[in-house]
């Protein structure tokens, strides 16, 4: 794929460095601005996982996709990254695995953990267009709705989605098009679609975006 916005700059000696974990590069990711988001459309390097994940979430702007993806990563990896949790590196070396089975998995777990760990605790460089840095302290990840403050918008979709039985993947394209500030009408449509098919979904998402953009 190519890229269809202005590509991030892009340091040196991360030329060849997926932007949400860290991991060689060999994809773009196009975040399409829409009319609440705090920075203009863009494209970015990324590996073919991370890819899937921030295509189906690309949610309120660059940053809070980046959480997405690493909610994912996280979820995906969790079996990796409790071996880190549930040993240390010592534990698992002096443990009484001995038969060559599990001598294999010693090596690998740890190393499958490790890598794990520094994709989701991967932060991305600093993201500017043409030299021009997209500030992101300004903008506020956090999510408060209904009286009860999320880390994330993200975080926010997910808990939504386990409380009401809802879609998530539909509630992330709804958030996504309407923005942050009207996620309890994305919740909604959500909740009035519940047993719609897959068809009609994509359906009301066309008729929004063309209201939208009316
Ligand atoms: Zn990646």
């Avoid at 994809?27 to 073919?48: E, G, M, R, V």
């Avoid at 698992?92 to 520094?118: I, P």
């Avoid at 942050?180 to 929004?208: H, P, W």
Wanted: with cysteine.
């Amino acid at each position: 794929m190519s890229a269809l916005f202005p590509l991030i700059d892009i340091p040196f000696t991360q030329r060849h460095t997926c932007w949400f974990c860290g991991e060689p590069c060999n994809a773009i990711f196009n975040y399409q601005a829409h009319h609440y988001t705090p920075h203009p459309s863009l494209s970015l390097p990324c590996c073919k996982e991370c890819l899937s994940f921030a295509s189906k979430a690309p949610l309120t702007s660059i940053w809070d996709c980046q959480m997405a993806v690493k909610d994912e990563l996280m979820r995906r990896y969790a079996k990796h990254l409790a071996i880190g949790e549930n040993w240390t590196e010592q534990e698992l070396a002096e443990s009484e695995f001995s038969c060559k089975v599990f001598e294999g998995f010693k090596k690998s777990a740890w190393f499958m953990y490790q890598v794990a760990k520094q994709r989701v605790s991967a932060s991305g460089w600093p993201l500017s267009l043409n030299g021009v840095s997209l500030d992101a302290s300004q903008y506020d990840l956090g999510f408060m709705f209904d009286g009860v403050n999320y880390t994330s918008i993200s975080s926010a979709v997910e808990h939504y989605s386990n409380m009401l039985g809802l879609d998530k993947l539909f509630l992330q394209d709804l958030v996504t098009l309407v923005g942050r500030e009207r996620f309890g009408y994305a919740v909604r449509i959500c909740r009035i679609n519940i047993a719609s098919t897959k068809a009609v979904k994509r359906q009301v998402l066309a008729d929004m975006s063309n209201e939208l953009n009316d």
